[in-house]
């Protein structure tokens, strides 16, 4: 399958919200979608004023080298074929080292959880892998919102630009900063609150992080291996005690 991509277009959004319901509702979460006006553990996606009275709407980027995923000490997030950046819920250790690394600002704690964990969009992988658009995409009715494979929307994103070159600023976000994005943003000026800034650079921030990570104490290392076997003992213990609550288990050798 080639690599997907979300288009932003932030000329033709109208604010109506209707993506931020469609994602709430696809993932059960309760709320206002027309309230919701940061991302959270339960709003995978939000939309944010902008000046001159437009909208953008903010949700993670889909890094094509994620930096969340470079420091998850126990790869809890994959970058997948498809496009998608996802998260394993029953992996996350909860040490929020890829909400450090993100230069987006996009995982999220489940801070009010008894068992907490790390939460963001993951691009509606389930719907893609079914051969459906994202859920925020099949609801925007002005094609703000739309999906479709890498290269071709950034040929629709080109397109658009050369169709209005006096409506859009000439730049395709995400395009090639910090190496691609799978989200992608048109605009029609330049947009600092996009997070890509110039500052960012194209290069991949995972080599970034890999120095860093370099720096870090040998005790954190060490302490990070002590949290995943504890992890897995407790993850190992709960799954025993499951398997002796079974009456079909009763006797057999695990
Ligand atoms: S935007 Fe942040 S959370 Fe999303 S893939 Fe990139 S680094 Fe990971
Ligand atoms: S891609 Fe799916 S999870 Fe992500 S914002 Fe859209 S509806 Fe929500
Ligand atoms: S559904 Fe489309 S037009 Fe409505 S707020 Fe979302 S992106 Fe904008």
Redesign the pocket.
């Known amino acids: 399958m080639k690599p997907k991509a979300i288009l ?2 932030m000329i ?9 319901k ?1 994602c709430m509702e696809l993932h059960g979460f309760k709320g206002d979608p027309e309230q919701v006006k940061d991302l959270s553990a339960t709003a995978y996606t939000c ?1 944010v004023p902008e000046k001159e009275d437009y ?1 953008v ?1 903010n949700l993670c980027r889909h890094c094509v080298s994620p930096a969340c995923a470079s420091v998850c000490p126990v790869g809890a997030l994959v970058k997948t074929e498809e496009g998608p950046v996802v998260w394993d819920g029953d992996r996350c250790l909860g040490c929020r080292y890829c909400m450090v690394a993100c230069p987006f600002s996009i995982p999220r704690y489940e801070w009010d959880s008894t068992v907490p964990c790390v939460r963001k969009c993951d691009m509606c992988i389930d719907r893609i892998r079914e051969g459906k658009k994202p859920a ?1 995409a099949e ?7 739309v999906f479709g494979d890498r290269d071709e929307i950034l040929a629709e994103a080109r397109r658009r630009i050369r169709k209005s070159p006096k409506e859009y600023y000439d730049h395709i976000y995400g395009e090639t900063e910090i190496g691609g994005t799978s989200v992608m943003f048109l605009a029609p000026f330049p947009v600092e609150s996009l997070g890509f800034k110039k500052i960012l650079g194209t290069d991949p921030l995972p080599a970034l992080t890999a120095n860093v990570l370099k720096k870090i104490p040998t005790v954190l290392v060490c302490g990070g291996a002590a949290l995943l076997a504890i992890w897995w003992i407790t993850k190992r213990r709960d799954e025993v005690a499951l398997a002796e609550s079974n009456p079909r288990w009763k006797g057999m050798n695990r």
């Open positions: 932003f277009d033709n959004c109208g604010g109506c919200s209707r993506c931020v469609a939309l909208t709407r925020c609801a925007c009715p002005h094609d703000a919102t």
